[in-house]
């Protein structure tokens, strides 16, 4: 081992295990002698007809595969020792055992269900006459089963009746929004969709008895020309109701009163009836029950919603809302370290949050978190921030915050901001909105080092305006979309998160308008000070890929392009961009990547100097979840910031079309997730691949022969929850 370390290097050294682990372990370790191991499982249609992926209908899957082809947790299983006569054997099989995943035996009598359920589902799909064969390859005692359908030609609808009395009924399955259509082809799936259509459109007319079930399709394929005639009808049950029973069916109902029951008074009754969509004396109507429900539980200090009706009259029905209480007051804690090139760095965050500050479920959140780090030359750099924010019940944010912020042999910096926006979710729905219609920012810096100001203040620089005392005054929005779905937690989603802003233009076209004179930068004034101008865009999306409930895929692409304009020739520097640190590129520490190839100032690295205007993030984890408060993690990510000018502080850092994709950063690594309850407590260790403050020396790449090292290309990240 040692000598492979010598000769390889740290990359050798993960590729000789990675090469191990994939050869060493024989997969039918634990087959028995006259059994086989079901190696793949396929499904194909032979005559290339469209159908939609079956796989989900086969009684006997092969075990999960990593990446398509490693099947990663029968290789864990398989790691128990054979020869379990010992306690310390015995152990490590068990161990083993509910760590893995057991060989999956092949089994002659789930493939033939698997067959009758794939035969039951082309049925279902219009292919009356479809044929399911299979075709088995049998080696080294694996079977590749592949099941081969033939579809044959599908069933298509000739002609579709209505065969409904009452007029209500009839009016909605026959209007424009019908999804059975003569001449398509037929498909149970769409006539339970209709089914559901019909029902839903019913309630929400007030029919508040009226149900799915209520209605029945009956199919005639008897015609001997793949053509089938489809009759909508009512079950039969329905008919045999008697006269009270078809009365109460058939009759529309209102609310009468709106009643609400909590367990404690937390909420105002007022304010409840502003977020009912249940009003006293409205018709019945399905989507107002499904709105309460969700405004209800969105209620910030709500656990759980019941809402039932209650017949009072001939045509009338109470409603009776009973809301029960969550925990109205929670504290969450932070903790994050790093440790790269003799830097040892530790943050802390403390948030607190109020529910329910003045019982109309107003969510108060105060909040501070600070950094301290050990600089290898002595220097001791810190960080603080507190800030505070209310949200009310109407979606009115308002939020106030300070900063501090201390480089030695660099400056002071304090930041007071001030935001108001407005907060928009559709409950049960994707998408979030929010809208700071005014975001105010006022920077102060009471101190900088003079060696620092010179070398920011040469002439060739315009570096230094972005270090002055200055005021943003900006508007943002931002938009959240997600398809997960919490009744459905082990199906892949998806998450995207975008933010657009901009800043100073009202001023600018007063300052014009006016005016005003300018400063020997040519900024404009307010106060005194510069306003800065900007515009800026960001994208993020992460694609959650959930192979079994232990192993998850996640991959994350983040982009952003800030362009100063106007009255402003850089960006501020809190609205700059930085690369590297734990929920970036994990081979650097945060600010210690770019932009571009930059890499310092005479051999010296400058933090504030290692900012940009355009950012990338590309980032693909692999989460496995060892039990159930452990989970493992191996990543690659790539990506770095660049200027969106050349500016002489910054070399290499600009942004070429022709170049950009040969400065991008690359990294790898592993990393420990433990699953506290309350938080997950992550240590990831990022070793550099490619490092592009290097090809101007040609050690980009970072391997043994061009002196990777520990100090220089290998970093540690302790964090809370998880990167993206």
Request: hydrophobic share 40%.
């Amino acid at each position: 081992m040692l000598r492979v370390l010598r000769t390889y290097g740290f990359q050798g050294l993960v590729m000789g295990v990675l090469l191990l682990a994939f050869s060493a372990c024989n997969t039918t370790k634990f087959v028995p002698q006259d059994q086989y191991l079901l190696n793949k499982a396929k499904v194909q249609c032979v005559d290339d007809k469209t159908v939609p992926d079956l796989r989900s209908y086969l009684r006997q899957k092969q075990n999960t595969e990593v990446f398509g082809f490693w099947k990663l947790q029968l290789h864990v299983y398989n790691t128990a020792p054979a020869d379990t006569t010992t306690k310390s054997k015995k152990r490590l099989a068990r161990n083993a055992h509910k760590m893995g995943e057991a060989p999956v035996i092949y089994d002659e009598e789930l493939t033939r269900a698997s067959m009758q359920q794939l035969t039951q589902q082309m049925n279902n799909l219009g292919y009356f006459h479809a044929h399911v064969d299979t075709q088995k390859v049998i080696k080294d005692r694996k079977v590749n089963l592949t099941y081969l359908i033939t579809a044959n030609q599908p069933y298509k609808i000739r002609n579709y009746e209505v065969d409904i009395p009452e007029d209500y009924v009839r009016e909605i399955a026959t209007d424009s929004r019908c999804k059975v259509h003569s001449g398509e082809q037929f498909s149970t799936a769409t006539l339970d969709e209709e089914r559901e259509r019909i029902s839903t459109a019913l309630r929400n007319r007030g029919y508040y008895y009226f149900e799915k079930s209520m209605l029945e399709f009956t199919a005639d394929s008897s015609l001997n020309s793949h053509e089938v005639d489809v009759r909508l009808h009512f079950a039969p049950y329905v008919l045999q109701l008697d006269s009270a029973a078809l009365a109460q069916l058939h009759k529309r109902y209102y609310i009468g009163h709106v009643e609400y029951k909590l367990d404690k008074p937390f909420l105002r009754q007022n304010m409840l009836r502003r977020t009912s969509r249940l009003k006293d004396g409205d018709r019945f109507a399905e989507w107002r029950v499904e709105r309460t429900y969700a405004r209800m539980n969105a209620l910030a200090p709500v656990k759980y919603v019941d809402i039932a009706f209650v017949p009072a009259g001939d045509s009338t029905l109470d409603c009776n809302i009973t809301i029960s209480r969550g925990r109205l007051n929670s504290v969450a804690a932070e903790l994050e370290g790093t440790y790269s090139a003799g830097d040892w760095g530790i943050a802390a965050g403390l948030n607190y949050t109020n529910k329910n500050l003045f019982r109309g479920a107003e969510v108060l959140t105060i909040g501070g978190r600070g950094s301290y780090e050990w600089r290898a030359d002595g220097g001791r750099a810190i960080e603080a921030r507190a800030e505070a924010g209310l949200r009310f019940a109407s979606n009115v944010n308002v939020k106030i915050g300070y900063s501090y912020q201390y480089r030695p042999k660099e400056y002071e910096r304090s930041m007071a901001t001030a935001t108001l926006g407005y907060f928009l979710h559709n409950p049960g729905g994707k998408w979030t909105h929010q809208f700071n219609c005014l975001d105010i920012n006022y920077i102060y810096v009471p101190w900088m080092d003079s060696l620092f100001l010179e070398r920011i203040s040469k002439k060739s620089s315009i570096l230094k305006t972005s270090y002055d005392n200055h005021f943003i005054l900006d508007w943002s929005y931002m938009a959240s979309f997600t398809t997960f779905d919490p009744r459905f937690p082990n199906r892949s989603y998806v998450q995207l998160g975008m933010r657009a802003e901009t800043a100073g233009n009202a001023l600018y076209a007063l300052s014009l308008a006016a005016k005003l004179q300018k400063d020997k930068y040519g900024r404009y004034m307010l106060w005194r000070i510069p306003f800065a101008q900007y515009v800026k865009g960001d994208v993020n999306f992460t694609y959650h890929g959930i192979i079994t409930p232990k192993h998850h895929l996640v991959a994350h692409l983040g982009l952003g392009v800030a362009v100063p304009y106007l009255n402003s020739n850089v960006l501020p520097f809190e609205k700059r961009y930085f690369s590297g640190g734990a929920n970036s590129i994990r081979g650097w520490q945060a600010r210690t990547l770019g932009p571009g190839t930059f890499s310092g100032i005479n051999g010296a690295k400058f933090y504030d100097l290692q900012v940009g205007d355009i950012k990338l993030d590309l980032n693909l984890e692999y989460r496995f979840k060892v039990l159930s408060f452990l989970e493992l993690a191996a990543f690659v990510d790539a990506g770095n910031i660049w200027t969106i000018r050349e500016y002489p502080d910054q070399p290499g850092g600009v942004f070429l079309f022709n170049e950009f994709y040969k400065q991008i950063a690359w990294s790898y690594g592993v990393g420990v997730r433990f699953d506290l309850s309350l938080f997950i407590f992550r240590v990831d260790f990022g070793v550099k691949l490619h490092d592009p403050s290097r090809i101007d020396e040609g050690k980009q790449w970072r391997t043994a022969a061009n002196g990777l090292g520990w100090k220089d290309d290998m970093t540690f990240h302790f964090a809370i929850g998880y990167p993206f």
